[in-house]
Structure formats: C-alpha cells, structure tokens
C-alpha cells in the first residue's frame, strides 16, 4: 500500500509500505476513504517535537471495514467506520468515565500512521463507531472532521462548560478552533467570541456561530474581550493552539470562576502564580473524542452540522508533501487525502 513517512523535519514523502495484517484478534483492517493532514503533525514536521524517523504520520481516518480479528463482534465487513487518534477498549473504567483517550489500553493511531491506504485498528469494538449506512460521498469530509478535529473542538467546548446563558471566547482559528466555534454554538451559548486574523477563517467561524471577532492577541486581546464581557472576562474559554502565548492568552480572557477548555497540545512551562491567582477552572487535555462519536455522527447524518467546510483543500495521498507545506504555510486550514 501506499503511506506518508517523515524522514526529516520538512520532508515528508509518500511510499509503499506493507499492508497492514490482522495482529491482535480484537484489530480490524480498513481502508480509508480519505484522511487529512493535523495541526499536530506539523509538530513533529517543524521540528519541534522529536520523533524517531522514518515515522509513518496521521491518524485521522474513516473508510470502510476490510476484515476483522475473530474476537471482533459488533464491527463487521463492509461498516463505513469513524475511530479516533487512540484506540480505546471503551469498557475499562476510565473510558467509562468519557477518558476513552486514557483508556488503560489505549494505542497511539498517529504510531500506525493513518495517512495510508489501508490501517490497522486496535482494539475496534471500542475504537470504531459506524454509521447507519454508507454515507454519500459529500459527507465524508465531515465524517472525516469527526475523527479528530470536531471531537476536539467538542471536547474544549464541554470541558469549557459552553452552554446556555454563556459566553465563550476561542483562541485560535485552526480547524479545531474554528469547530469549538460549532460546539459552543450547538451546546447553545449566548454570546461566542472568535479570535482571528484571517478573513477566509473569520467567514467561516461567523458561518459556524461566531458572534464576534476580535483581531488583537495578547493583552490588547485581553482588554478587548474584557470590552465585552463587562469589564468580567468570559465564562468559557477554549484553547485551541497550544503554545504558552496562548494558554496565558485563554487564562487572562477567563473571569474568575470560569473555566477553561484547553485542547491545543500544550508546549513549554506555565507560570504557577498567574495560575494560582486566575481562578480559573482548567480542563483539557487529548479529547476523548470516542465518547462524542455516536452524537457527532447523528448530527452529521442528519446534516444538522457541516464540519466538513475546515477541510478547505483536496489533494490525492500521493501529494502528501504539499498538504503539509499549505498547512504549515496557512495557506490551507486543512488539507483532505483521497488515497
Ligand atoms: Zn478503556
């Protein structure tokens, strides 16, 4: 098959790899019918975050289900499946609790790499969820945004308690802050602010349920949103980046009380005494996007939401490298694989 390996900061190459075979008797074989490019693999891709190389990358991914372990009893053959970047067994008591991505057995999808023609998925009658049919090729995109990007908007959303009655500030206008925009509009809050610079980005949060768009970072930022939010600071908070800029960003924009939802993979020390004295309520971390999963999929389904719109660039698999480079250019906010 073929599959996208990192062998240096910056290169990025498509190549045949061995098809996937079934491992464990719980694994499952799909093959995609697309995948996308993550705003966390441009960690390693910049750089910044060691990997061993070659690495195979991505680990967004729908498709349709090619053969199962015998110990797989409720995905069969022939499911057009959704799984998250861990699989989870879905039955330990941490994913009972909604941490699916802390699941005692969890495995990393982005180790597997899913930006390939077929994958192995661990653990599938936990990991995946099916939809009620094979979806129409138009909804695919949005399936496709559940697997990782919708989640996580959702998941900062949720954890940044957005609701009725709320308003909510998001920082960052990359595909999860622009779907935590979704979220919050969806889980019903009042008032939802978007930080952004870009217009094509701007459109798009207005389109998903931005009420206001604020241009300013840092403490002119700050001040805007405490312009309108008398003078408080918001109620709800998504971090949607995962620098330290940011996160201190999402911390001073939050009123005393309120919570934040961090769900950018946070990079370099925070200062504890602004924490302490923020009292704010912090919850984050890699989204248990399994727990959303079958309410994403109905919403999809029912096309009552539209999160397909973030993947705004369709490339084939084998151009891989250029998804990464108008990705790491911000000339795309995410590019689509068709394999
Ligand atoms: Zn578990």
């Keep these: 098959m073929r599959g996208a390996v990192l062998y240096a900061p910056h290169d990025v190459r498509i190549e045949d790899r061995p098809d996937p075979t079934i491992v464990e008797p719980t694994d499952a074989i799909i093959r995609l019918s697309a995948t996308c490019v993550c705003g966390s693999d441009l960690w390693p891709y910049r750089g910044i975050e060691g990997v061993e190389v070659p690495a195979p990358m991505g680990h967004e991914y729908v498709g349709i289900v090619e053969e199962v372990g015998p110990s797989v009893t409720t995905i069969k053959p022939g499911h057009f499946v959704i799984g998250s970047f861990f699989a989870s067994d879905n039955t330990c008591e941490i994913c009972r609790a909604g941490y699916q991505s802390s699941c005692i057995h969890r495995e990393l999808m982005g180790r597997i790499g899913t930006q390939a023609e077929l994958a192995r998925v661990p653990l599938a009658d936990g990991t995946l969820v099916a939809t009620p049919d094979v979806p129409p090729d138009d909804l695919i995109p949005s399936f496709l945004a559940a697997s990782d990007v919708l989640g996580t908007g959702w998941f900062g959303a949720v954890a940044a308690e957005a609701g009725p009655g709320k308003n909510v500030v998001v920082v960052g206008d990359g595909a999860v802050g622009l779907l935590a925009v979704l979220a919050a509009k969806q889980l019903g809050a ?93 919850h984050g971390g890699p989204a248990p996007v399994r727990r959303f999963l079958p309410e994403l999929i109905e919403l999809i389904w029912n096309r009552t939401i539209d999160p397909g719109k973030v993947l705004d660039l369709t490339l084939p698999l084998d151009q891989v490298a250029e998804g990464y480079r108008a990705m790491d250019e911000r000339r795309a906010i995410k590019p689509l694989l068709c394999p």
């Design 190 to 282: 009042e008032r939802i602010i978007a930080m952004s610079r870009h217009e094509t980005r701007q459109r798009l949060a207005r389109e998903f349920g931005a009420t206001d768009i604020i241009e300013e970072r840092g403490d002119e930022g700050a001040a805007r949103i405490k312009d309108l939010t008398k003078g408080l600071g918001a109620h709800s908070v998504i971090e949607a980046v995962g620098t330290r800029e940011s996160m201190l960003q999402a911390i001073g924009a939050t009123r005393p009380g309120g919570h934040v939802g961090y769900v950018g993979v946070t990079h370099g020390d925070l200062p504890g005494d602004q924490l302490f004295f923020s009292h704010t309520h912090l």
